[in-house]
Each structure stands twice: as structure tokens, then as C-alpha cells.
């Protein structure tokens, strides 16, 4: 149960990352949002736990996973404007 929770959490994450930060290059489609979203919690745990928001084995809500997915999404927007010459 706690899988699909997780799924469930990055989806709603990633659907507001988008609507906050939108761009034209993002990931588009219901798997890549929800990916999205589980990553942007990954991201904001190491980040929560590097920086002492988080203890050790705690891990990343709705917000910090949404906050987490809008790191993403500007790390992506960045390296996806860049063409190679």
C-alpha cells in the first residue's frame, strides 16, 4: 500500500510542480508527471537531509515533493534549451 501511496503523492506533486512552474519542454503525459513528482521527493529528502529538515529515515511530503519536482523541472528547462552546436 505504501508503493501506490507513493505513486499516488508524486502524481498530485508532479501536476503541481507543473502548474507552478510551466514551461513548453517539460515532461508531458501521466506516467512522466508521476515520475516526476516520485523524483522531485527523492530529490527534496537527500536535499531535507543534507540540510537537517529531515531526520534520518524521514522522508519528504506533498510539499517537499512538489517542491522537489519544481527543482527538476528547472534543472530539465535548463539543460533542454541548450543545443548542441
Do not use: C
Not at 498530485?12 to 508521476?34: Q, S
Amino acid at each position: 500500500m505504501g508503493f501506490i501511496m507513493t505513486l499516488f503523492i508524486g502524481l498530485i506533486a508532479g501536476v503541481i510542480a507543473k502548474f507552478l512552474h510551466p514551461g513548453k519542454n517539460e515532461p508531458k503525459g501521466f506516467l512522466l508527471t508521476m515520475l516526476l513528482g516520485v523524483v522531485g521527493a527523492f530529490v527534496f529528502t537527500f536535499l531535507g537531509q543534507t540540510l537537517g529538515f529531515y531526520g534520518k529515515g524521514d522522508g519528504a511530503g506533498l510539499i517537499g515533493a512538489t517542491l522537489g519536482a519544481i527543482i527538476v523541472l528547472v534543472i530539465w528547462n535548463f539543460f533542454s534549451r541548450r543545443t548542441p552546436a
